[in-house]
C-alpha cells in the first residue's frame, strides 16, 4: 500500500478539438477547495508550466469534465466543465465547452450510465456551467458504440463516426439575455479606437468584431494574431467588453488564463486562404471566416458553443456577422477557421422584442485515450 499517495479513476478523453480528462464526481473529493487543488496538481498548473502534469500546455488541452448520474428525469448526467488554467492556481468553471461535450456523452455511453438503443443513443445531459440541456447523439451499432466512420473535422487527423452535439434554449446562459446588453451594435473603446461589436450570450459570451477594425484581413494565422501588438489590442477590447457587462471592474487586473469569458471572435467576409495545416480553403466552401481567441491566443480550430454563437449571429439582422456573412436562408452556416472549417446548424424562433435559440448543434468526433488512475500526494487530500 502506497501511503504518501491517492490514486483516482479517470479517462484521458479527445472531444472534437479539445481534450481533457474526465472524472465521475463520486470520485473527487466533496470540498471544493480540495477538489481544485486536486485537478491542478493532475494537470501540473503553475509559474513553470505544465511539465509536472497532464496539461498540455494550451487551452484547448488544459480542460476538465465532471460528471454524475443525474437525479431528474429530463437529463441522464450532468456534467461540469472547467478550462484548467495553465500557469496560474485557478480553475474557471464560468464558461462550457461544446468540444468536450462530445467526449462526455460518449463516456457516458461507453461507462454504462445511459441506457444504450441502436442505431443512435441520446445521451441528454444538465450543464452545471450554463444550468442548460445539451444533447450529444452517440452511434450505436449491434450494441456496441460505433467509433469508426468518414466523418472528419478540422484540426482533428483522421476520421471517424459522428457525434452530434446540441445545445437546447442556450439563450442568455450566462446573462439571461441573447443580446446582454439589449443592443445588436455596441460601440465600445478601447485602444484609443472605437469599435463596433455585436456580443451574444448562446452557450458563452462572445462579442464579435471585424478583422479589419484590427488592420486584418481576417484570414491570418497564429503566427501573426498571437504577436503582442495584435493579441494585446484584441485582448484590450475584451476586458472592455467585460467591463461594459459588469463582469470585470476598472480597477480589476484581468488575466485571460483565469477570466475566460467574454470571448472574442475576429470575422471576415469569405475568403480564400491556406490554413496552419497548409491546406487551401476556398471562399465558396464557408459562409464567414471567423478567428476565435482563447485564454489571450488564436484558438487553433473553432469552439462549438462559439460556431454556434457565430452562426445564431449571422440569422439576425443589423448584426456585424450578419452584415459580414455570406446571405444565406439555410439554417446552417460555414465558418471558415485556423485549421479547416466548421459548420453549425441552428434554429431560430423570434417573438415581437427578441429571439430565442430553440437548438444549436453541430458534428464532432471523439476518442478514448488514455484509461487509469491519477497519482495524488496524499497530503493534498488529507
Not at 477547495?33 to 496539461?55: F, M
Amino acid at each position: 500500500m502506497d501511503k504518501d499517495n491517492v490514486r483516482i479513476p479517470c479517462v484521458l478523453m479527445r472531444g472534437g478539438t479539445s481534450r481533457g480528462l474526465i472524472f465521475k464526481d463520486i470520485d473527487l473529493p466533496v470540498d471544493q477547495y480540495t477538489r481544485e487543488q486536486v485537478i491542478l496538481k493532475v494537470y501540473g498548473s503553475s509559474a513553470n508550466g505544465q511539465i509536472d502534469g497532464i496539461g498540455g500546455g494550451t487551452s484547448v488541452t488544459s480542460k476538465v469534465a465532471i460528471v454524475g448520474k443525474s437525479d431528474t428525469q429530463n437529463c441522464d448526467i450532468y456534467y461540469t466543465f472547467g478550462q484548467v488554467s495553465i500557469n496560474e492556481q485557478e480553475i474557471d468553471y464560468n464558461v462550457t465547452c461544446g468540444n468536450m461535450a462530445s467526449a462526455v456523452g460518449l463516456y457516458a455511453v461507453e461507462e454504462g450510465l445511459v441506457e444504450r438503443h441502436e442505431g443512435e443513443t441520446t445521451v441528454k445531459i444538465f450543464n452545471t456551467n450554463t444550468n442548460k440541456l445539451m444533447e450529444v447523439d452517440i452511434p450505436v451499432v449491434e450494441g456496441a458504440v460505433e467509433h469508426k466512420g468518414d466523418f472528419a473535422i478540422a484540426g482533428v487527423e483522421g476520421t471517424g463516426a459522428k457525434i452530434t452535439v446540441s445545445f437546447l434554449d442556450s439563450t442568455g446562459a450566462f446573462t439571461g439575455h441573447l443580446f446582454p446588453t439589449g443592443n445588436l451594435v455596441d460601440k465600445i473603446e478601447a485602444n484609443d479606437t472605437v469599435y463596433e461589436v455585436s456580443i451574444l450570450d448562446t452557450g458563452n459570451i462572445v462579442a464579435f468584431v471585424k478583422a479589419s477594425d484590427f488592420g486584418l484581413r481576417g484570414c491570418e494565422l497564429a503566427a501573426t494574431i498571437n504577436k503582442p501588438t495584435i493579441s494585446q489590442k484584441i485582448e484590450a477590447l475584451r476586458v472592455q467588453v467585460g467591463i461594459l457587462l459588469g463582469m470585470f471592474h476598472e480597477e480589476q487586473q484581468i488575466n485571460p488564463q483565469v477570466s475566460a469569458l467574454p470571448k472574442i471572435t475576429l470575422i471576415s467576409e469569405p475568403q480564400n486562404y491556406e490554413t496552419e495545416l497548409g491546406t487551401y480553403n476556398n471562399k465558396e466552401d464557408v459562409d464567414i471566416v471567423g478567428r476565435y481567441m482563447s485564454m489571450g491566443k488564436l484558438h487553433p480550430s473553432f469552439a462549438v458553443s462559439g460556431s454556434i454563437c457565430l452562426a445564431t449571429a449571422t440569422k439576425i439582422s443589423g448584426t456585424i456577422p450578419h452584415a459580414v456573412a455570406r446571405s444565406t436562408q439555410a439554417n446552417t452556416i460555414r465558418i471558415g477557421h485556423p485549421s479547416g472549417s466548421i459548420s453549425a446548424e441552428v434554429f431560430l424562433e423570434k417573438n415581437e422584442s427578441d429571439y430565442k435559440l430553440i437548438k444549436g448543434g453541430t458534428g464532432r468526433t471523439a476518442r478514448r485515450i488514455m484509461e487509469g488512475t491519477v497519482v495524488i500526494p496524499a497530503y493534498l487530500i488529507r
